[in-house]
């Protein structure tokens, strides 16, 4: 019985391998030098009760350094002075166009809705979007992802991380799961088979929205604007990624428990509309990290093979250490890196809290 225990454990470690081996596609990859069209570029930022982050953030938008941009900012029926923070800023720059939604007894909080009109109302084909709480971290931003905008590239998918508050575990863990999630579909972009971006930071053209008939197919989901919208529409051929430092973006992290969870409720909600390869990736990777940890918890417990499965794991670790220390050095968040082995075996259980919460009662709002 002990051998067919670490048979099976060392197969579950091999899957596990695996998966990492084929995230040293995004970890190990350098940025290329591209040529730089300059096109015309639409930013949309979708504000609900956001005025306090339209006022620190939106200022670095106007700040980029690009010759021929506009910038879209949809007020979605907001009960604060979203919409009068928009009009001041509309009278210092001409370049901000104003959306204003009004609650839709058919779209009620429905994001998409939202970010349609906005969409329509853009002059520019190609579109970069992010949310009201973002800030590029570079004048650059906008020439980095449109820079991507190559022949044949209708979406640019780039990374939206957090701002980092210093002693805090839950940043250093909201971060650590975003940089995991970047790993993944930059990864598997890179190999080939796109399946998601963050709203935070994505580009596409309008071209490719009104092809695909915008969010028709998921519109009557609340989430999954970027994710589904990207899961449907991305190819091996029309889609590329950017993660140079000077296109990332950052947003304001949940500062409780509480609020972070119900957000990952909302993100996990909409991963069961993914093609159904994509689904069975992700189950997969989910899965064999959980027959991980419990394998390696009953084979110490039992004393089997210690040496061996102590060995396995201090291969699996040494591993994923490399992954998410090459990854995180890309993307500028190496301080989480250290803490990896708790921070995975957290999310783990936290995944599987989300989704039997998600069984009970799912999101029904964006915000």
């Known amino acids: 019985m002990g051998t067919i225990l670490l048979g099976i454990f060392i197969l579950v470690s091999l899957i596990n391998l695996f998966y990492f081996f084929s995230f040293f596609s995004f970890s190990t990859s350098g940025t290329k030098n591209k040529l730089h069209p300059e096109v015309p570029v639409s930013v949309i930022i ?16 106007l700040e980029q350094d690009y010759p021929n941009f506009e910038i879209i900012v949809i007020n ?17 720059d001409p370049r901000i166009q104003i959306v204003n939604v009004q609650n839709n007894e058919a779209f ?22 992010t949310d009201a709480d973002c800030a590029p971290q570079s004048k650059n931003w906008i020439k980095e992802m449109s820079r991507n905008f190559q022949p044949g590239n209708t979406i640019v998918l780039g990374y939206g991380g957090y701002f980092q508050h210093t002693g805090s575990i839950l940043n250093k863990l909201i971060r650590f799961e975003t940089l995991l999630t970047a790993i993944q579909y930059f990864s598997y972009a890179r190999l080939g088979s ?9 580009a596409y053209t309008s071209t490719q929205f009104y092809e695909l008939k915008g969010f028709a197919n998921h519109l009557h989901l609340r989430s999954g604007d970027d994710d589904l919208f990207v899961n449907e529409a991305a190819t ?61 918890a009953t084979l110490l417990i039992l004393q089997i093979y210690p040496k061996i499965v102590v060995g396995i794991l201090g291969v699996k670790l040494i591993t ?3 992954v998410f220390f090459k990854a995180a ?13 708790f921070f995975d075996l957290f999310l783990i259980f936290l995944q599987l809290a989300i989704f039997i919460s998600n069984l009970i009662s799912k999101p029904k709002h964006w915000k």
């Open 46 to 61: 979708c504000a609900k009760n956001e005025e306090e982050n339209l006022k620190n953030f939106l200022p670095s938008i």
């Open 76 to 92: 979605d029926a907001s009960t604060d002075n979203t919409l009068e923070v928009i009009e001041d800023f509309q009278k210092i």
């Open 108 to 129: 009620w909080a429905n994001k998409k809705y939202a970010l349609t009109l906005g969409i329509k109302k853009a002059r520019n084909k190609h579109l970069l979007f």
């Open 194 to 202: 796109p399946y998601m971006g963050v709203g935070r930071n994505l």
């Open 236 to 296: 091996a051929e029309n889609t590329a990624i950017c993660f140079h430092p000077d296109s990332i973006t950052r947003s304001v992290p949940k500062n409780n428990f509480s609020e972070w969870f119900h957000q990952k409720k909302r993100h996990v909600s909409v991963a069961g509309n993914y093609k159904t390869k994509h689904k069975v990736l992700l189950s997969a990777f989910y899965i064999f990290r959980v027959l991980f940890w419990l394998l390696l």
């Open 320 to 322: 994923e250490a490399f």
């Open 329 to 341: 050095k890309k993307l500028n968040e190496k301080d989480v890196v250290w803490l990896f082995p």
